[in-house]
């Protein structure tokens, strides 16, 4: 099974900072990497596939990049809407798989 | 506009079975895989299940095989669960999710059920 390790598992940052959260394939994945963000009590929501792919609708100050085993998610500059937990998935190989998730909370 | 509305919860003795559903809406259901994700209080999520558009192709997680049974039906526009033996450890928002297209999202997330295993 593909694990996926994302880091860090809790950031605090202000409004306005750059932020940068980073998940690591224990073996290639290509490009098939999902990042999704989720608030509480609601479905996770996608944001970025295929590594860098921007979805429809979502802001472009989130960004990603990589391929293979690292992959990160850029927030260019954070908005208070923001401030939720982020995880990436890897859709490469079966068993599908999520990393622990990265909690952005406020400062 | 694409929407996903999952039923049946609820709480449930260990041992005991559910049948989890999922009403598909906004667009060509039987052209897209599907699948079921789950997430228990506090935790990530955890992936749990996949069928192909034409049911040709189905998988699981090894925490589940051999005690859920993923299915759908085209023509009521719907995707399942059924879900036996159940155990403390399956309590869980279950979520349905569609897989994009080119198989690299799942692109659209009905808004989760809440399945409660205990005695």
């Known amino acids: 099974d593909i694990q996926l390790t994302q880091s860090p598992s809790f950031l605090s940052a202000s409004v306005g900072d750059r932020v940068t959260i980073t998940c690591r394939a224990s073996?290639?994945?290509?490009?098939?990497l999902a990042w999704y963000q989720q608030k509480p009590g609601k479905a996770p929501k996608l944001l970025i596939y295929?590594?860098?792919t921007l979805q429809s609708g979502v802001p472009s100050s989130f960004s990603g990049s990589g391929s293979g085993t690292e992959f990160t998610l850029t927030i260019s500059s954070l908005q208070p809407e923001d401030f939720a937990i982020y995880f990436c998935?890897?859709?490469?190989?079966?068993?599908?798989?999520f990393g622990g998730g990265t909690k952005v909370e406020i400062k | 506009e694409v929407q996903l509305v999952e039923s049946g919860g609820g709480l449930v003795k260990p041992g005991g079975s559910l049948r989890l559903s999922c009403a598909a809406s906004?667009?060509?259901?039987?052209?897209?895989?599907m699948n079921w994700v789950r997430q228990a209080p506090g935790k990530g999520l955890e992936w749990v299940s996949s069928?192909?558009?034409?049911?040709?192709?189905?998988y699981y997680a090894d925490s589940v095989k051999g005690r859920f049974t993923i299915s759908r039906d085209s023509a009521k526009n719907s995707l399942f669960l059924q879900m036996n033996s159940l155990r403390a450890e399956d309590t869980a928002v279950y979520y349905c999710?569609?897989?994009?297209?080119?198989?690299?999202?799942?692109?659209?997330w009905g808004q989760g059920i809440l399945v409660i295993v205990s005695s």
């Open positions: 069928i192909s558009s034409s049911s040709s192709y189905i």
């Open positions: 073996q290639g994945i290509s490009s098939y």
């Open positions: 295929a590594a860098s």
């Open positions: 999710a569609r897989e994009s297209r080119s198989r690299d999202s799942f692109d659209y």
């Open positions: 906004g667009f060509t259901f039987s052209s897209y895989s």
């Open positions: 998935q890897q859709l490469n190989s079966y068993p599908l798989t």
